[in-house]
């Protein structure tokens, strides 16, 4: 790598980290609504097709700064879909999904206090549901309305979606960015591991 190639990701990083200070500037000033905007945004999931044709819905725990799902898995599984919610490895730093049975399954705090499966969960095995619909929701600190995503700097998502794309076809996956809309931004800067999202939802 030449200075020219140092001097340009060092730059890169410097916009990601003053791009993720000001989102978080942003949903810090918005927090009263953030309630609201996470019901219609998981009501505007309920009604897409994606979401009706999808077998599996891959979702997550949110944390106080991210769209909260609880209304979408609860009504996903009153439906019979298959949820499944991320879970970290912290001895490999790899993030896989776990089956989500009812809003009993028990959780627990994991990598930065994220709530995730306990230990006697069930892991999801890509190559069994190659046949399936697919609908993933895939959280972030910014996107773009093309599907550019910045996440939180650790490439969790970026890692596990490249991995699945490469066993299951494109055509049964649906990647679903989902945001409030002080997180909508005009561009992101992209890098060629960075996954595109087809859609993203937001108030």
Known sequence: MNCGDENLMEEELKIKSEI???????????????????KWVCEKILDSEE??????????M???????????IQKALSE???VAIPKINR?????????????????????????EPVDDAKIIDIEKIQNH?????????????????LGRGKGFYDK????LLSLISADNVFLLG????????????????????????HF
Not at 91 to 115: L, P, R, V, W
Not at 136 to 145: D, H, M, S, Y
Not at 160 to 163: E, G, S
């Open 20 to 38: 993720r200070k000001r989102i978080r500037t942003n949903i810090a000033e918005k927090i009263n609504i953030l309630p609201l905007e996470s």
């Open 51 to 60: 979401y009706k044709k999808a077998d599996y819905i891959f979702a997550y």
């Open 62 to 72: 949110a944390l106080n700064d991210e769209v909260d799902l609880s209304l979408l």
């Open 80 to 82: 019979n879909k298959t």
């Open 91 to 115: 001895e490999n730093m790899t993030m896989n999904f776990f089956h989500y049975y009812n809003q009993k399954s028990e959780t627990a705090d994991g990598y930065c206090k994220i709530k």
């Open 133 to 149: 619909k697919v609908l993933i929701l895939v959280p972030g600190r910014a996107f773009t309305e093309e599907g550019g995503r």
């Open 160 to 163: 596990y979606l490249a991995k």
């Open 178 to 201: 989902v945001a409030f809309s002080c997180q909508i931004v005009k561009e992101l800067p992209l890098d060629n591991h960075d996954i595109l999202m087809n859609s993203v939802v």
